[in-house]
């Protein structure tokens, strides 16, 4: 399958815990303002490439602890993505997921798509970015809006339940 991304980072140590295969999905729709990827915004921006390849890619990566999915918005690619997520599941490898939807939104949009891959996900980081919440002391997000969450947990007890990494 076919995924448009903005861009791979191998080896990313500022997108989750340890060394983190990193794909930055194509296209946003939040227009956060002071967003630091505005290129990543254009649905028609970046480049395509095919879901088997970063598959391969990635287990081609031995000093990997994970792999990150980024944006842009990742669940504007749902399926693509939960392609991605079930292969990675295969090889016991953890999924760390940024979005600009929050956890509440991406539940009650209802979208069968966007809910399964809320199911492969281990680790959401949600919501927008707030440039008045900016917080340059917080580990892995942008302002102090966003929260780190144990999506199989939060799912399993429906509320949200923050994680601890
Ligand atoms: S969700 Fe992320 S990529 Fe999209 S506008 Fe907001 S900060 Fe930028």
């Not at 009650?108 to 966007?114: A, F, I, L």
């Amino acid at each position: 399958m076919e995924l448009r991304v903005a861009g791979i980072v191998k080896e990313s140590v500022v997108d989750g815990p340890g060394f983190r295969y990193v794909i930055f999905a194509q296209g946003c729709e939040h227009c956060c303002k002071g967003c630091h990827n505005p290129d990543t915004h254009a649905m028609d921006g970046g480049y395509v490439v095919d879901t088997e390849s970063i598959i391969e890619d990635i287990k081609q990566s031995r000093y990997i602890d994970g792999v990150t999915f980024s944006g842009g918005e990742p669940f504007l690619q749902a399926e693509a993505f939960i392609g991605i997520a079930e292969k990675l599941g295969e090889l016991n490898m953890n999924i760390i997921c940024y979005s600009g939807f929050t956890y509440e939104e991406l539940i009650e949009r209802k979208d069968k798509s966007w809910i399964k891959l809320l199911g492969l996900i281990d680790t959401l980081i949600d919501g927008p970015y707030i440039e008045e919440l900016k917080d340059l002391s917080v580990v892995f997000r942008g302002s102090d809006n966003q929260r780190i969450i144990d999506v199989k947990e939060s799912l399993r007890q429906n509320k949200v339940i923050l994680a601890d990494i």
